[in-house]
Protein backbone atom coordinates (compact mmCIF):
# COMPACT_ATOMS: atom_id res chain seq x y z
CA UNK A 1 0.00 0.00 0.00
CA UNK A 2 1.32 3.10 -1.12
CA UNK A 3 1.78 6.15 1.78
CA UNK A 4 -0.59 8.71 1.85
CA UNK A 5 -1.10 11.31 3.77
CA UNK A 6 -5.02 12.53 4.65
CA UNK A 7 -5.62 16.31 4.48
CA UNK A 8 -9.05 17.69 5.36
CA UNK A 9 -10.19 17.65 1.15
CA UNK A 10 -9.43 14.07 1.36
CA UNK A 11 -11.43 13.31 4.47
CA UNK A 12 -14.17 14.80 3.15
CA UNK A 13 -13.64 12.61 -0.52
CA UNK A 14 -14.14 9.69 1.83
CA UNK A 15 -16.87 10.66 3.95
CA UNK A 16 -18.93 11.40 0.77
CA UNK A 17 -18.25 8.65 -0.94
CA UNK A 18 -18.72 6.27 2.48
CA UNK A 19 -22.36 7.81 2.27
CA UNK A 20 -22.77 7.20 -1.16
CA UNK A 21 -20.92 5.45 -3.63
CA UNK A 22 -22.55 6.41 -6.99
CA UNK A 23 -22.38 9.99 -5.91
CA UNK A 24 -20.68 11.83 -9.46
CA UNK A 25 -17.50 13.47 -9.56
CA UNK A 26 -19.56 16.76 -10.43
CA UNK A 27 -21.24 16.23 -7.28
CA UNK A 28 -18.13 14.96 -5.08
CA UNK A 29 -16.27 17.81 -6.29
CA UNK A 30 -18.68 20.59 -5.21
CA UNK A 31 -18.82 18.52 -1.99
CA UNK A 32 -15.20 18.59 -1.15
CA UNK A 33 -15.38 22.83 -2.39
CA UNK A 34 -12.25 21.79 -5.27
CA UNK A 35 -12.70 21.49 -9.50
CA UNK A 36 -13.52 18.27 -11.09
CA UNK A 37 -10.57 16.86 -12.08
CA UNK A 38 -8.31 17.11 -9.10
CA UNK A 39 -11.46 15.55 -7.33
CA UNK A 40 -10.98 12.90 -9.18
CA UNK A 41 -6.95 12.61 -8.91
CA UNK A 42 -7.54 12.68 -5.06
CA UNK A 43 -10.38 9.76 -5.35
CA UNK A 44 -7.94 7.76 -7.89
CA UNK A 45 -5.20 8.06 -5.52
CA UNK A 46 -7.25 7.08 -2.41
CA UNK A 47 -8.26 4.11 -4.22
CA UNK A 48 -4.61 3.13 -5.20
CA UNK A 49 -3.67 4.05 -1.43
CA UNK A 50 -5.37 1.49 -0.44
CA UNK A 51 -8.16 3.42 1.66
CA UNK A 52 -11.33 2.86 -0.49
CA UNK A 53 -11.36 -0.61 -1.26
CA UNK A 54 -14.09 -0.87 -3.33
CA UNK A 55 -17.87 -0.07 -3.89
CA UNK A 56 -21.11 -1.90 -3.60
CA UNK A 57 -24.46 -1.99 -3.60
CA UNK A 58 -25.93 -2.10 -0.14
CA UNK A 59 -29.11 -4.58 -0.57
CA UNK A 60 -32.04 -5.22 1.06
CA UNK A 61 -31.60 -8.85 2.31
CA UNK A 62 -35.26 -9.33 3.53
CA UNK A 63 -36.68 -8.14 0.21
CA UNK A 64 -34.68 -10.71 -1.60
CA UNK A 65 -35.68 -13.03 0.72
CA UNK A 66 -33.22 -13.74 3.20
CA UNK A 67 -35.47 -13.67 6.45
CA UNK A 68 -32.48 -15.22 9.02
CA UNK A 69 -29.52 -13.48 10.01
CA UNK A 70 -27.25 -14.78 12.78
CA UNK A 71 -23.99 -14.78 14.69
CA UNK A 72 -22.20 -17.81 15.21
CA UNK A 73 -19.38 -18.27 17.59
CA UNK A 74 -16.74 -21.19 16.50
CA UNK A 75 -14.25 -22.53 18.31
CA UNK A 76 -11.25 -24.90 16.69
CA UNK A 77 -9.89 -27.64 18.30
CA UNK A 78 -6.44 -26.50 17.01
CA UNK A 79 -5.22 -23.15 16.81
CA UNK A 80 -2.38 -23.88 14.82
CA UNK A 81 -1.61 -21.67 11.81
CA UNK A 82 -2.34 -23.85 9.01
CA UNK A 83 -5.37 -25.02 10.90
CA UNK A 84 -6.76 -21.67 11.20
CA UNK A 85 -5.95 -20.96 7.29
CA UNK A 86 -7.87 -23.96 6.59
CA UNK A 87 -11.04 -22.97 8.28
CA UNK A 88 -10.56 -19.30 6.56
CA UNK A 89 -10.01 -20.78 3.46
CA UNK A 90 -13.08 -23.19 4.12
CA UNK A 91 -15.44 -20.20 5.22
CA UNK A 92 -14.62 -17.73 2.06
CA UNK A 93 -15.95 -20.56 0.03
CA UNK A 94 -19.64 -20.56 2.04
CA UNK A 95 -22.00 -18.10 0.60
CA UNK A 96 -23.97 -18.49 3.82
CA UNK A 97 -21.55 -16.89 5.64
CA UNK A 98 -21.36 -13.11 4.62
CA UNK A 99 -18.64 -11.79 7.15
CA UNK A 100 -16.02 -13.60 9.41
CA UNK A 101 -13.62 -12.22 11.57
CA UNK A 102 -10.79 -14.24 14.18
CA UNK A 103 -11.06 -13.79 17.58
CA UNK A 104 -8.97 -13.45 20.64
CA UNK A 105 -10.48 -14.86 23.51
CA UNK A 106 -13.10 -17.81 24.36
CA UNK A 107 -14.16 -18.70 20.34
CA UNK A 108 -11.55 -18.22 17.79
CA UNK A 109 -14.18 -17.21 15.03
CA UNK A 110 -17.37 -15.09 14.33
CA UNK A 111 -19.37 -15.79 11.28
CA UNK A 112 -21.80 -13.37 10.20
CA UNK A 113 -24.66 -16.05 8.37
CA UNK A 114 -27.67 -15.27 6.29
CA UNK A 115 -30.74 -17.91 4.89
CA UNK A 116 -33.80 -17.63 3.26
CA UNK A 117 -35.18 -19.45 6.46
CA UNK A 118 -34.35 -21.28 9.74
CA UNK A 119 -34.32 -24.53 8.77
CA UNK A 120 -31.96 -23.85 5.79
CA UNK A 121 -29.92 -22.03 8.37
CA UNK A 122 -29.85 -24.99 10.63
CA UNK A 123 -29.19 -26.86 7.66
CA UNK A 124 -25.65 -24.98 6.77
CA UNK A 125 -24.91 -24.99 10.88
CA UNK A 126 -25.31 -29.27 10.62
CA UNK A 127 -24.54 -30.15 7.52
CA UNK A 128 -21.44 -27.92 6.62
CA UNK A 129 -20.13 -26.20 9.67
CA UNK A 130 -20.38 -28.66 12.46
CA UNK A 131 -18.93 -31.46 10.06
CA UNK A 132 -16.35 -29.13 9.05
CA UNK A 133 -12.54 -30.76 10.42
CA UNK A 134 -11.26 -28.77 13.19
CA UNK A 135 -14.44 -27.65 14.45
CA UNK A 136 -14.77 -28.48 18.12
CA UNK A 137 -18.15 -25.84 19.39
CA UNK A 138 -20.22 -23.74 17.40
CA UNK A 139 -22.54 -21.51 19.12
CA UNK A 140 -25.28 -19.29 17.74
CA UNK A 141 -27.21 -15.98 18.11
CA UNK A 142 -30.59 -14.82 15.35
CA UNK A 143 -30.60 -11.49 15.26
CA UNK A 144 -34.54 -10.66 15.98
CA UNK A 145 -34.13 -6.38 15.14
CA UNK A 146 -30.89 -4.54 13.47
CA UNK A 147 -31.25 -1.14 15.86
CA UNK A 148 -28.07 0.33 13.82
CA UNK A 149 -26.23 -0.70 10.24
CA UNK A 150 -23.76 2.03 9.81
CA UNK A 151 -21.17 1.13 7.34
CA UNK A 152 -17.69 2.08 7.33
CA UNK A 153 -15.51 4.28 9.72
CA UNK A 154 -16.49 7.34 12.35
CA UNK A 155 -14.54 9.84 9.90
CA UNK A 156 -14.68 13.30 11.72
CA UNK A 157 -14.69 15.85 8.84
CA UNK A 158 -14.96 19.54 9.51
CA UNK A 159 -16.95 21.82 7.28
Known sequence: MEHHKLDSIDLRILSELQANGRITNVELSRRAKITAPPCLRRMRALEKSGFIQGYHADLNGKSLGFEVTAYVFVGLSSQHDGDLKHFEERVRSWPTVRECYMLSGEVDFLLKCVATDLST?????????????NVASVKSSLVMHASKIEAGVPLDVKA
Open 121 to 133: FQRFVSETLTAEK
